[in-house]
């Protein structure tokens, strides 16, 4: 967490900045040797910012003639996910994703990308890209082919990202759909699906972006050298299995939520069946009771000693009868 103190003196906590060559590092770039590294054959710079104020984005933005737009957007944040091209030089927004205090919270990184230098721009919550460059690093080989590779490192960073938090959410997901299954209204589990299917969405919504990206990177001729081609689809392919991962989950989601309302619909069913069949049963003694409780002079068998009895009886077979019938029927 940075402090104020940290906010007044960015440069020093905001800025990491490497040059590369021949896949080695060969030393930190300051402000005033961007131009000198920039003109070295076979050198390219790694640039790392976090959230950069004005001033020193504008500086970067004269070291390596970006576009006024891509500045603009890269200050600003609150961007679509995007791939455009200014010149020589390859703007890129891509959203974030990671897990605070068990919360997923969304970010955003920019990157602007040329033939010798990559420049990322992070905004909000975001994962350092220290060991992405530190990956980067162990493997010379190919870095040595270029910023195509540490491109192709902070994009499946990002992705994996967005990979993890699927796995989390699918064991969310299998508690989740557990109590959903039963007859009893779960208010709460109700809640979790909601709050569940929305982190989906916004999962979906940051890895389809980055599914075409992918793509327009592997399609335009001269952008990424051929040997980090297939790197890079392995990163598209990893953004289309959290497309669908993501499309799974909301649709079984939503038909958990239609099978546990079906379930208490169901139960709710068969409760009013039991409330109506007893109540018929009951209804049979009610009316011959009272009829007999009027008490007329001419009623049939009233003056009789097996009146009571038989009148009695009958009513029991009737009930018996009834709730046999019903019994039969499901009923009860």
Not at 34 to 52: K, N, V
Not at 120 to 127: D, E, N
Not at 184 to 202: C, G, P, T
């Amino acid at each position: 967490m940075h402090t104020k103190n940290d906010q007044q003196q960015p440069s020093e906590q905001r800025v990491k900045s490497m040059a590369y060559r021949n896949g080695k590092a060969v030393g930190e770039v300051t402000s005033e040797n961007i131009s000198e590294m920039l003109a070295a054959p076979d050198t390219f710079i790694w640039l790392g910012l976090w959230q950069p104020d004005n001033d020193y984005l504008r500086h970067i933005q004269q070291e390596f003639n970006l576009h006024d737009l891509a500045i603009e957007d890269a200050l600003t944040a609150h961007q679509r996910p995007k791939i455009e091209q200014y010149g020589d030089t390859f703007f890129i927004v891509a959203h974030t994703a990671q897990k605070i205090r068990d919360r997923i919270e969304y970010g955003e990184t920019h990157l602007f990308y040329g033939k010798n230098f990559l420049i990322t721009v992070r905004h909000g919550a975001s994962s350092s890209y220290a060991k992405v460059r530190e990956h980067a690093e162990q493997c010379p080989e190919q870095l040595a082919r270029g910023p195509g590779y540490a491109l192709y490192c902070v994009l499946d960073f990002i992705v994996d990202n967005y990979l993890g938090i699927v796995g989390e959410f699918s064991s969310q997901f299998e508690e989740i759909e557990s109590r959903m299954f039963k007859t009893e209204f779960d208010q709460k589990a109700v809640r979790q699906v909601y709050h569940l299917r929305r982190h989906l969405l916004s999962l979906r919504n940051a890895a389809v972006p980055m599914q075409d990206i992918c793509g327009q990177l592997l399609h335009h001729d001269g952008l990424l050298p051929k040997e980090l081609r297939d790197y890079m689809r392995d990163v598209q392919d990893h953004a289309h299995q959290v497309i669908m991962l993501t499309d799974d989950m909301r649709e079984m989601l939503t038909n958990a939520t239609h099978v546990n309302l079906a379930l208490v619909s169901v139960h709710q069913n068969e409760v009013v069946q039991r409330l109506a069949g007893w109540g018929a049963i009951l209804a049979l003694p009610t009316v011959v009771f009272s009829l007999y409780g009027m008490n007329f002079k001419d009623m049939p068998e009233l003056d009789t000693s097996w009146g009571y009895p038989l009148t009695l009886g009958i009513t029991v077979v009737g009930c018996l009868w009834l709730y046999l019938k019903l019994r039969r029927a499901g009923w009860l």
